[in-house]
């Protein structure tokens, strides 16, 4: 115990010479790293510490890298000999936090926009969703139809399909295109310097764990033969009940993007036009997606508000919990569409719905969705790394 105190002293005055372009937050988690390098007690908890012991200074890159790995479980933070009152103070889902809601903002295009919903995501995103659901509105009573008898579920009755397309596909292209030259430039900056000769292999696992969420299963499982028992929340008992959420919420996502891509072809392809019967499979796919994000996102914000506050989630509660009502608010319009579209009542549920998508797509960039395409990119530079043999040199003096 005696040497590991000292070690863990040794990387203390390591970490005090950090390197000075480091921000404070940057600087504070190389801090921790070199401590948990010194004594590696959580090395099989998640993919953070084994690709934390191949390094033995960590850079700007390395600790964007390692924070977007995490997936702030908090296992490590509760099972750490050395968290607080210790005085080294050991935290690393709240350091890892910090850091990586910075990156957001850091690797955003453009940066100014990723900096404003940093700060005021719930606010903008709900003021948002509301000024373009009032806007589509007052567009279709200017209109006259707002309140038209029973159209059957035609949508386009209301809004032409040329005019949807015309109002989504900007949106949605630049979206794509944000998200796309942000972790691009995050990608070259953390990148391993010589591609695996494994790159496919490598790639197959990183899209495993990701679709798996594998760093949710919790620290203790040792084997993939052992239940996984998850990761502490309000309380320090694990719970399985956020990788399940997360589970719900991002395949509830897929699911209706795929209700809306097989509507597409058969628009296009087929020339089958909207509105679809219940049983068709665009409308089933919605369905079953719709009911996911709706149990999915109320669960996150249900964990969100009982989230320990060690964990260090506050610096991105406001874009967390924008992200989670858009995704929630688009569900129960797009189900409350489904339910009453052969009503009086369609016209101005289609505009809500419309307005809210549109706002969804707008911050996308900006918002919680990122920490999906950054962790993944992790991911994918982790399996690399596990591939490569390992190249560590003493600093020269």
């Not at 801090?31 to 510490?49: D, T």
């Not at 279709?140 to 035609?154: F, I, S």
């Not at 628009?267 to 149990?295: D, M, R």
Request: hydrophobic fraction near 50%; proline fraction near 6%.
């Amino acid at each position: 115990m005696q040497q590991l105190e000292a070690l863990t002293r040794e990387a203390v005055a390591l970490a005090s010479g950090a390197l000075p372009e480091l921000s404070a937050n940057e600087a504070e988690v190389a801090r921790q790293m070199q401590i948990c390098n010194a004594c590696r007690y959580c090395e099989g908890f998640c993919a953070v510490f084994p690709a934390m012991t191949r390094h033995l200074e960590f850079g700007k890159a390395d600790i964007h890298y390692l924070a977007n790995l995490c997936h702030n479980c908090g296992a490590c933070y509760h099972a750490c000999q050395y968290a607080p009152p210790h005085e080294f103070a050991i935290n690393v889902p709240q350091a890892m936090a910090k850091v990586r809601v910075q990156t957001y903002a850091d690797y955003a295009w453009p940066p100014a926009l990723g900096a404003l919903y940093q700060r005021q995501g719930l606010m903008i995103s709900l003021a948002l969703a509301a000024a373009l659901a009032l806007f589509l509105v007052l567009a279709v009573g200017v209109n006259g139809t707002l309140w038209n008898p029973p159209l059957a579920g035609n949508f386009y009755a209301i809004f032409p399909h040329n005019l949807m397309v015309l109002m989504f596909a900007p949106i949605f292209l630049f979206s794509v295109l944000a998200l796309t030259l942000g972790v691009l430039r995050f990608w070259r900056d953390v990148s391993p310097a010589k591609a695996s000769e494994a790159l496919g292999e490598a790639a197959v696992e990183a899209t495993s764990a990701a679709l798996r969420l594998k760093y949710l299963d919790g620290a203790n499982q040792t084997s993939a033969d052992e239940p996984a028992e998850g990761c502490p929340n309000g309380e320090v008992a694990p719970t399985l009940w956020r990788r399940r959420f997360h589970h719900l919420t991002f395949y509830g996502f897929m699911l209706c993007f795929a209700s809306t891509s097989v509507a597409t072809l058969y628009h296009y392809l087929f020339n089958w036009q909207a509105p679809y019967a219940y049983t068709s499979l665009p409308v089933i796919l919605g369905t079953v997606g719709g009911i996911g994000l709706l149990i999915g996102p109320a669960g996150l914000l249900w964990l969100n508000l009982r989230r320990h506050a060690s964990h260090g989630d506050a610096a991105q509660k406001p874009m967390d919990r924008g992200f989670i009502a858009l995704l929630f608010l688009i569900s129960l319009t797009g189900l409350a569409l489904l339910i009453w579209r052969d009503t009086v009542a369609m016209a101005l549920l289609l505009a809500v719905h419309l307005g809210t998508v549109m706002a969804f797509f707008v911050t996308l960039p900006y918002g919680k969705f990122a920490h999906g395409v950054f962790r993944s990119a992790a991911l994918l530079k982790f399996a690399i790394e596990k591939r490569q043999p390992t190249q560590l040199a003493l600093p020269e003096a």
